[in-house]
Structures are given as C-alpha cells and as structure tokens.
C-alpha cells in the first residue's frame, strides 16, 4: 500500500474503482517478483481469469487474496482496501468502531479484519 501513502482516498477510489481492479492490484503485488506455488512450491503457472493464477506442477489454482489479509474478507474487497488505507494514512489510531460506521461494516467483522 506504500504507492498510496501520501494521497487522498478519493484519489485512491479513481484508481480502484471496483473489486475487480482491487484484485488485479492485489496480484500485481503478489506476484510482481513471479509466481510460486503456495502448496507445491513450483515457480511455473499461467495467469487464469479473475486474477488467479494457475500453477504447472500441481494446477493448483491461487487468487490474488490467497495468503493476504484481504483473503476471505466477508465485506467487499475494496472496502477492506479503504480500511487499509485509512489506517495506513490516518496519523491518529483508528478505532474498529469508527471504522464500523465510516465504512458501513459490523464493528465485530471490522475488528477481526484489522
Ligand atoms: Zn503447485
């Protein structure tokens, strides 16, 4: 999240509008130094659809959340993005209520996330 510090969120929001660009910034990230299997360790796979990544030793399939903290967030991903984002430019601590309500997401589920 480093490439945000610095900017506004509305800035952040135009970048990544939606889920799906959110994820493909995800695998960009995860797999900027090439892909390695998370099971069998294979460094050779192709990119599937939706940002996953296949890999040739065990086809097993990786998404771009897998092994992230965005991974299985039950609230959409770019709303965890904006949680991130807020904590990592907010210079106050924020707290999971506040968070909660800026972000419309039970305060218990914020919570876990952070
Ligand atoms: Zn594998």
Known sequence: M??????????FIKELPN????KAYLAKIKWQ???TCMKCRHQQGCE?????YQCYGCQHV????????????KFGLQKA????????TS???????????C???RQGTAWCFM
């Open 91 to 101: 210079s106050k601590s924020v707290s999971s209520i506040q968070m909660g309500k």
């Open 48 to 52: 599937k659809a939706g940002h996953n």
């Open 33 to 35: 130094d090439g892909f």
């Open 81 to 88: 993005f904006c949680v991130v984002f807020e904590m990592s």
């Open 103 to 105: 972000f419309d997401i």
């Open 19 to 22: 889920d799906d660009t959110c």
């Open 62 to 73: 990786e998404s771009s959340t897998a092994n992230t903290l965005f991974h299985k967030v």
């Open 2 to 11: 480093e490439d945000f510090k610095g900017q506004s969120i509305l800035n």
